[in-house]
């Protein structure tokens, strides 16, 4: 155990086992992601209240779902940071932010563009919504804290300690904002929280959100290695890696 | 499929524009993802290639300046000596 | 080598020959507060801040005294969040500059507890003297004698937690030149649970509703920032310290 | 431990020290003692990371790796002891301009050292600031400035003394007058680590000497047992 955990802390035994893990994860990926999709968008049976504009669901949720994940998943790896001081901890936060950050945008501008034929408004201070606003502005906290240090390895602690801060607080924000909202709303129909959903329509949304998570998987690990590259760019094996594969090798083994 | 017609798919009983909207920014930002990450990799390994060319060309010249500690020797301008012309 | 027989020098327990937690607390918290005496001019801005803040709503939006007595709590929580992130910048930065901090995580005292130190006179400059202003604010946004009571006491239970949560956005911004406004933007969207339980109390009472649950919750989130706000600024400083 | 220290005892050992900063390294494979009953100087040219050795010895800098003994034992073990015994003063050493001398020593000292208000006058006193106890420190040059810094060394009681750039703004009898200080503290069994820009007249000096950064092949060796 303690082997495997000091091996991973090893940039190029990670850059080599990422190499292996990502052919898998973008071709399964792109598979479930796009077969949850067609389904959802064109096979999937019409629903019987919204209509047929219940079909952004297919995208909507994978990406609210992921975009939270990402953030809780930077949490743990900011106290792997801060604990144990592993480098690839902070590689993956640095990695994952921006994506993290683009999806947050994607479940909120798809979130809104659902409202519009829902609620017949774009925007409505609906507590799913609101709080996905605000973990918008906790990524754009950690993006901003991680670009604003010169120095790679303050950055990453102090990104750590965000991401940290700001994991305990999400509980709490959550509550409070689904608090607030009942304080100033009627209860509404809400997005997403249907009693029945049935097979035709849950599996291809299941298929869809595994399949953006293992997108994920393989994003992360393409930025990791450009990261570790990046960092280790005086290490003697890096200076092989592209004195031999003169870059176009390192591309292929990612596209 | 639940629809009749191509057709149908398109207009997705009025809500085509909303869905079609979401699908096509949510295509858009993920191929957006795809791209800085590729451009990203891309900066990186040619940066390197560029410092890897440097060194074997034998341009470590600033390296040597560091080395010597720096004489701090005056650089002739010609500003300067306009200035003490006027 | 000299060898001498009268060597003097001895190491030192830390706990028999150093002051104890409470002296240094307090020896931190006198200095800040007598710098803030000597330094009248930060005491007074995020005060003066707090009242045109407010002063701007009747003025941008509307004087009518339904929309006042509507929007008065949130106004004034607004306000008092302003300007306690408008005082955060300076709550490390002078100490971080000149060297104190450097001095303070040396101490043999575990530094969160000093922070802790600190974070109290900060709220004692800023958070307190807002509290102390809201009931004539208040007034002049037609707020009535029992919402502007719970109003004083979301902000004397609320402002500490803005104190504290700030602690930690200052401590992660010390380091950088321009900290301020990545500040504010680390710091807001941990702000709003508390701004939203601090006006969300007030709207309760003026509907007459029973408000001491929402107190005690209030009360809840203050204990958590006091256990954790300062370890995680703690940590947060020593990072940036170690980068200086 | 509270018997008087040995000239064999090892306050601080570092092994194996390495740091690297915006990705070059500063020095590397860096080992040395800090025995009690020395001097030793830090030496090397600009940016060649004298400071953050000094940091890292105090344990300000996290960025390195390599170990830090404590008396023997892992310094991470011992983190109050350590800080209590180990005095740094760096070049901004914690001066408040808005307040007095007296003030600042006060509360420089406060969480470290019992020291009763009439030393703390009489160490002003002695470094030659006995009219300006009750002034603001803004209104101090900062010659005096440093003085009132310096003056925690007259009371001072930690066994290890980290010094960087002391003397910065002394006139030539302060610097003087600090060697002399530094020289009998050596002799009473402490163990004091500087850096400084001139050459300072103190016998059986150690020094420690770092290569110039930026240099692939730059690496720090500690030299020789002065004396």
Request: glycine share 8%; hydrophobic share 50%.
């Amino acid at each position: 155990m303690w082997q495997f955990f000091h091996k991973l802390g090893s940039p190029k035994w990670f850059y080599g086992i990422a190499g292996r893990f990502m052919p898998w994860l973008l071709g399964f990926g792109l598979l479930l992601a796009l077969a949850g999709i067609v389904w959802g968008l064109a096979f999937a049976p019409r629903d019987y209240l919204q209509g047929n504009s219940y079909r952004i669901i297919f995208i909507h949720v994978p990406t609210a779902f992921l975009a939270q994940s990402v953030y809780m998943m930077m949490a743990v790896a900011g106290v792997i940071t801060l604990v144990w001081k592993m480098k690839l901890a902070d590689v993956f936060v640095r990695a994952a932010a921006p994506v993290g950050a683009i999806l947050t945008v994607l479940a909120l501008f798809t979130g809104a563009v659902w409202g519009k034929p829902t609620w017949g408004t774009w925007w409505i201070w609906d507590a799913r919504l609101t709080s996905m606003l605000i973990l918008l502005f906790l990524y754009l906290g950690i993006i901003g804290l991680a670009h604003a240090y010169s120095d790679e390895k303050t950055a990453a602690r102090a990104v750590a300690v965000l991401a940290v801060v700001g994991v305990v607080n999400i509980p709490i924000i959550k509550y409070s904002v689904e608090w607030w909202n009942t304080l100033h709303q009627p209860a509404t129909f809400k997005l997403t929280e249907k009693p029945t959903m049935v097979p035709e329509m849950w599996v291809p949304l299941l298929l869809a959100v595994l399949g953006t998570y293992l997108l994920f998987g393989w994003a992360a690990l393409y930025r990791m290695q450009t990261e570790v590259l990046r960092r280790e760019r005086r290490t003697r094996w890096v200076k092989e890696l592209i004195a031999a594969g003169g870059g176009s090798q390192l591309k292929s083994r990612g596209a | 499929m639940a629809f009749d017609s191509f057709s149908a798919f398109v207009v997705m009983g009025g809500h085509g524009p909303y869905v079609w909207t979401c699908y096509g920014v949510f295509f858009l930002l993920v191929a957006l993802i795809a791209w800085l990450s590729i451009r990203d990799r891309r900066q990186v390994v040619r940066s390197q290639q560029r410092e890897q060319a440097m060194v074997s060309s034998g341009q470590a010249d600033t390296a040597r300046r560091a080395r010597a500690g720096g004489g701090f020797q005056r650089i002739p301008t010609t500003q300067n000596e306009s200035i003490s012309k006027s | 080598m000299g060898q001498q027989e009268s060597m003097s020098v001895r190491v030192l327990d830390p706990v028999t020959t150093s002051p104890g937690l409470w002296q240094s607390m307090i020896a931190v918290l006198r200095r800040d507060l007598r710098l803030s005496v000597r330094q009248k001019q930060d005491l007074l801005n995020p005060l003066l801040f707090f009242v045109m803040v407010v002063a701007l709503f009747p003025l941008g939006v509307s004087p009518e005294s339904d929309f006042l007595r509507e929007a008065g709590a949130g106004i004034l929580w607004v306000g008092a969040l302003l300007a306690t992130l408008l005082s955060l910048d300076h709550l490390f930065r002078f100490d971080y500059e000149d060297g104190t901090l450097e001095q303070m995580a040396l101490q043999p005292q575990p530094l969160f507890v000093l922070v802790l130190a600190k974070t109290l006179a900060h709220w004692l400059v800023t958070g307190l003297p807002l509290v102390i202003l809201t009931p004539m604010l208040g007034m002049m946004l037609f707020l009535d004698g029992n919402s502007v009571a719970v109003l004083c006491l979301t902000l004397l239970i609320g402002t500490p937690v803005l104190s504290l949560i700030g602690s930690v956005g200052a401590a992660l911004t010390v380091g950088l030149r321009a900290g301020g406004v990545l500040l504010s933007l680390l710091v807001i969207p941990l702000y709003i649970p508390v701004l939203i339980f601090g006006t969300g109390t007030v709207m309760a009472a003026a509907g007459g509703s029973d408000v001491s649950g929402h107190l005690a919750l209030m009360a809840a989130i203050l204990v958590l920032a006091l256990v954790l706000a300062p370890l995680a600024a703690a940590v947060a400083l020593k990072i940036s310290l170690s980068a200086s | 431990m509270t018997e008087p220290l040995q000239h064999a005892d090892h306050l601080l050992r570092a092994e194996a020290l390495e740091c690297e900063r915006d990705g070059r390294t500063l020095f590397s494979d860096l080992s040395f003692s800090i025995v009690p009953g020395t001097l030793t100087r830090v030496e090397g040219p600009n940016g060649s990371g004298k400071t953050t050795l000094l940091r890292i010895l105090a344990g300000l800098n996290d960025n390195w790796s390599g170990q830090v003994y404590w008396c023997g034992e892992p310094r991470q073990r011992h983190w109050d002891q350590v800080r209590r015994n180990v005095l740094y003063l760096g070049h901004r050493p914690g001066i408040k301009m808005l307040l007095t001398p007296l003030e600042n020593l006060q509360a420089l000292v406060a969480g470290r050292q019992y020291v009763p208000d009439n030393i703390l006058t009489q160490a002003l006193e002695q470094v030659g600031l006995g009219p300006w106890t009750q002034v603001p420190c803004s209104q101090l040059s900062a010659g005096q400035k440093r003085r009132v810094a310096l003056a925690r060394l007259l009371f001072a009681d930690e066994p290890v003394w980290l010094l960087d750039e002391a003397f910065t703004a002394l006139d030539v009898d302060a610097v003087a007058a600090v060697e002399r200080l530094l020289e009998d503290r050596v002799r009473q069994g402490g163990a004091v680590v500087m850096t400084t820009h001139h050459e300072p007249a103190l016998k059986g000096m150690r020094r420690i000497r770092l290569g110039a950064a930026g240099e692939p092949e730059s690496v720090a060796h500690a030299v020789g047992e002065g004396g």
